[in-house]
């Protein structure tokens, strides 16, 4: 014989519970005090001006975001050319060059966001380097560089863009672009595996600080992706390896990929919108694999 306490009478019963707040207390004000999905929203976008963040920024459009577009100045057209497709989706946008390395343009960044489209609901802190190379050939400038840009970076984004949400004191959204290779490190990656270790290690505690302000963390591993950055990986490693140029990514995707086929922008892009919406706010310190099935966490 089997029976059940109706909820009510195991809040009664135990005081530890009772001192807890209920979850239908504490889901009307959340509500509150962050945008629902009918009201604008607005989003910054690192390195969107091509390849996965181009595709973040287009979804996040067609998920009713306004979109401040960024990159560095050598990219300005391209991001000039994501402004007009999303402007084209009915969205507003804009772009602004910034360097994610340095703070104080990263700050620039998120207040002229915050001058043309209000209020920063989403930022991602998608801008990112890699490079291929013996670990024992690696100089302090190499070391040096990949931090900037991909640890720096994000920390430079998360930071700035929480210190906007908490004065707005609406909660908010920080995500930030990790890899496979923040669970398992690739041969010839090492330095590049290891700011991505940082990017996951950082969205944790990021995470843990932000929790009281109704801000979220989390993180994106792509894996494999068809884009200007792993043609580039394919090619130095190639170079180390006598493979032509498409043989690494064909034997990684042919002996690695579960899924059997590289990624696309768009398989990324799909995640992010889910993280930037309202189906995860109860998700937080998350570090979400996108590979197709070559890590299993």
């Known amino acids: 014989m089997s029976f ?101 343009e990263v700050e620039s960044l998120v207040q002229a966001s915050v001058s043309e489209l209000g209020p920063l609901n989403t930022m991602v802190a998608n801008a990112g380097i890699a490079q291929v190379k013996a670990l024992l050939d690696l100089t302090e400038q190499d070391l040096k560089r990949m931090f900037e840009v991909n640890v ?73 992706v068809g884009t200007a950055m792993w043609d580039l990986i394919d090619e130095k490693l190639g170079e180390k390896t006598g493979a032509k140029k498409g043989d690494t990514i064909k034997k990684y995707t042919n002996e690695l990929i579960a899924l059997g086929r590289t990624s696309v922008p768009e398989d990324v892009s799909s995640t992010v919108s889910f993280l930037a919406s309202k189906d995860s706010d109860y998700m937080t310190g998350q570090t979400i694999v996108i590979d197709g099935g070559i890590i299993f966490t």
């Open 152 to 224: 720096y970076g994000v920390f430079n984004c998360y930071s700035a863009a929480a210190k906007q949400m908490i004065s707005q004191g609406s909660g908010g959204k920080l995500l930030g672009a990790a890899s496979i290779v923040a669970f398992k490190p690739f041969a010839l990656l090492s330095h590049y595996s290891a700011s991505k270790w940082a990017v996951r290690g950082m969205t944790q505690a990021f995470a843990m600080e932000m929790a009281e302000h109704k801000i979220t963390v989390n993180a994106y591993a792509p894996g494999i």
């Open 4 to 104: 059940r306490l109706p909820a009510r009478a195991l809040w009664q019963a135990s005081p530890k519970l009772a001192m807890l707040p209920r979850a239908s207390t504490l889901a009307p004000q959340w509500t509150r005090n962050y945008a629902t999905e009918r009201q604008s929203r607005t989003a910054i976008v690192t390195g969107s001006s091509r390849g996965i963040g181009k595709a973040i920024a287009l979804r996040l459009a067609s998920d009713g975001y306004d979109v401040c577009i960024n990159d560095i100045e050598a990219n300005k057209s391209g991001c000039d050319e994501v402004v007009q497709e999303i402007q084209g989706l009915g969205r507003k946008a804009f772009a602004f060059t910034a360097d994610v390395s340095n703070l104080k």
